[in-house]
């Protein structure tokens, strides 16, 4: 039995821009529901399994299995976040505070990890062009050098965000968010009309991800905006841009080898080039987080790097 009846055909029709010949499912999803023998689940836990319903009937009109989807979206652990995703929604960048990033004790540390993870950083900038510090300024304001990755279960973020085309989950987002922290009403139904579209995929590529690598898509945890691992990268990242860093045979972006050739690779990706002018990094930068503060706090962190060395 498998996850998706036509592997090739939802593989084309998810990603037919990028190169899938070894999108292979493996039925990693068929984890039984944690409720004791002959135990009624709760009237809470009821109401739970059913808020997905809709998202499931998508899911299976894009060849996932029922029955499959069934278990995933039954287990305890799977419910509707809306406390993550409302932080979506009230995020305000401009109190984000990227100074604490080029302290004294932070790029002392930064120091540390380049020493640590010498041999990645050279292999990556070998393979793509991308200098270690660049890499490693992008891994220290993403996640701390990796100590902090985020407390989110990503499936229940995405598939919340994602389950916002039904007008009741929307309202039931809506009335979960401090009416001092609210968007205006037209806002946020913009904002959900143009996110709940984009969480329906990358939740897609969490699944095609999870199967892949062979692991539980429930356990993986990430931002409240759905991103992951090291190098906070959003499924569908992860598929077409990611790299095996350690050349195990498996693409892990909490390990940090991976992470880090991965973010050389992404960089590359959109025009990372050995010798690239400072105004064209500022640009390639926006493209992993399209925020001027943040590609900024980047170079800067990058040039501190350097004059340390």
């Given at each position: 039995?498998?996850?998706?009846?036509?592997?090739?055909?939802?593989?084309?029709?998810?990603?037919?821009?990028?190169?899938?010949?070894?999108?292979?499912?493996?039925?990693?999803?068929?984890?039984?529901?944690?409720?004791?023998?002959?135990?009624?689940?709760?009237?809470?836990?009821?109401?739970?399994?059913?808020?997905?319903?809709?998202?499931?009937?998508?899911?299976?009109?894009?060849?996932?299995?029922?029955?499959?989807?069934?278990?995933?979206?039954?287990?305890?652990?799977?419910?509707?976040?809306?406390?993550?995703?409302?932080?979506?929604?009230?995020?305000?960048?401009?109190?984000?505070?990227?100074?604490?990033?080029?302290?004294?004790?932070?790029?002392?540390?930064?120091?540390?990890?380049?020493?640590?993870?010498?041999?990645?950083?050279?292999?990556?900038?070998?393979?793509?062009?991308?200098?270690?510090?660049?890499?490693?300024?992008?891994?220290?304001?993403?996640?701390?050098?990796?100590?902090?990755?985020?407390?989110?279960?990503?499936?229940?973020?995405?598939?919340?965000?994602?389950?916002?085309?039904?007008p009741g989950l929307r309202e039931k987002?809506?009335?979960?968010?401090?009416?001092?922290?609210?968007?205006?009403?037209?806002?946020?139904?913009?904002?959900?009309?143009?996110?709940?579209?984009?969480?329906?995929?990358?939740?897609?590529?969490?699944?095609?991800?999870?199967?892949?690598?062979?692991?539980?898509?429930?356990?993986?945890?990430?931002?409240?905006?759905?991103?992951m691992g090291i190098a906070q990268f959003?499924?569908?990242?992860?598929?077409?841009?990611?790299?095996?860093?350690?050349?195990?045979?498996?693409?892990?972006?909490?390990?940090?080898?991976?992470?880090?050739?991965?973010?050389?690779?992404?960089?590359?990706?959109?025009?990372?080039?050995?010798?690239?002018?400072?105004?064209?990094?500022?640009?390639?930068?926006?493209?992993?987080?399209?925020?001027?503060?943040?590609?900024?706090?980047?170079?800067?962190?990058?040039?501190?790097?350097?004059?340390r060395s």
């Open positions: 039995m498998r996850f998706i009846p036509d592997i090739r055909r939802t593989c084309d029709r998810l990603y037919s821009h990028r190169r899938f010949a070894s999108c292979r499912w493996i039925l990693v999803l068929m984890i039984i529901l944690p409720v004791a023998a002959g135990r009624p689940a709760s009237t809470a836990m009821a109401q739970a399994s059913h808020v997905f319903d809709g998202l499931q009937q998508r899911l299976n009109a894009d060849g996932f299995n029922s029955a499959e989807l069934k278990k995933i979206f039954g287990r305890p652990e799977v419910f509707f976040d809306a406390h993550s995703v409302s932080l979506f929604f009230m995020h305000n960048e401009a109190q984000l505070d990227y100074g604490q990033f080029t302290t004294k004790a932070r790029i002392a540390a930064a120091r540390q990890y380049m020493l640590l993870h010498r041999k990645q950083l050279d292999a990556a900038e070998k393979a793509h062009g991308v200098p270690k510090e660049i890499i490693t300024a992008i891994i220290l304001v993403e996640t701390k050098l990796g100590t902090y990755l985020g407390g989110s279960q990503i499936i229940n973020t995405l598939s919340t965000m994602a389950s916002l085309v039904d987002l809506w009335h979960s968010i401090p009416p001092s922290r609210r968007l205006s009403r037209q806002a946020f139904l913009k904002k959900v009309k143009q996110k709940s579209q984009w969480a329906y995929t990358e939740l897609k590529a969490l699944f095609v991800h999870a199967n892949q690598q062979g692991i539980d898509p429930v356990a993986i945890r990430g931002s409240y905006a759905g991103a959003m499924p569908t990242n992860v598929l077409s841009l990611a790299e095996d860093g350690d050349q195990d045979g498996r693409i892990d972006l909490f390990d940090h080898a991976d992470a880090i050739m991965s973010i050389a690779s992404y960089l590359a990706h959109y025009g990372w080039r050995r010798g690239i002018s400072r105004d064209k990094a500022y640009r390639v930068l926006l493209h992993y987080n399209y925020s001027r503060y943040y590609a900024n706090t980047i170079l800067k962190i990058a040039d501190l790097l350097k004059a």
